[in-house]
């Protein structure tokens, strides 16, 4: 605390030095928890949480009261935070998958120097213990942890995607936008269908589908019985599915 003052009252380089390495305990400390919960390098994690507990030491004011470990620790895992989010990637994967990829890394290395050629996929996953099959699942895992761009320049199979005008977002189907399409043509041959059949036919299907009234309420509306509204439906029913069943009787889109 005496070099927590005399530091507030003349900072010099040589007293927050020393400062440093009187608390780098502190960093180790928290270093080592978040360690349990990433897969980064330990010295990296380290080497962040020294410049927050820096940045405690520039803010620190012994006037408050509170001890310097409880100001600096908020300070020191704040910096390892916003480290590690800097490194995560958008798409995050199982951390087993995650830590078995950086170490095919080094065995692969490794392999290539006893070998003097690059390993096999078979020989790779023997080497880490896994099947073939889990192993291309973690290597599918690793691949896919990056999103690619919608931006990104597609091109046919034989072409070279630079010169390609057509964008992957443009690829991409729109299926609210298929759905809603399709949906509005076949309003439009129910529309033309329903002019095909006979009038009376088609105020019965009118009251009832449409307007929603019962069959007693559109026979009463009509003049007719619930009867004939019945059988009006029925025979509407399967004049618009003979016609919707068969294009060459629909009109053709333009």
Known sequence: MELVVAYRKQPSVHLRNRLVRMNLGLVRQVAHRFTRQCAEPYEDLEQCGAIGLISAIERFDPTKGYAFSTFAVPYVRGEILHYLRDRANTIRIPRHSHQLYQKSQTIRQMLI?????????????EKLGLSINEWCAVKIAAANRVPISLDLQISPKGQAPKNST???????????DLIEKINQ????????ALGQIEKTTYEAIQLVFV??????????QLGVSPV??????????????????????????V
């Open 113 to 125: 120097s006893e070998l003097g050629r690059e390993p096999s996929e078979q020989e790779l996953s």
């Open 166 to 176: 057509k964008h992957l977002g443009e690829a991409i189907v729109d299926t609210c």
């Open 185 to 192: 043509e076949e309003r439009q041959d129910l529309l033309y």
């Open 211 to 220: 307007k929603q009234l019962t069959r007693q309420e559109a026979a009463q």
């Open 228 to 253: 004939t509204i019945s059988r009006r439906i029925n025979r509407g029913i399967k004049e618009l599915r003979n016609l919707l069943q068969k294009p060459s009787m629909l009109p053709t889109a």
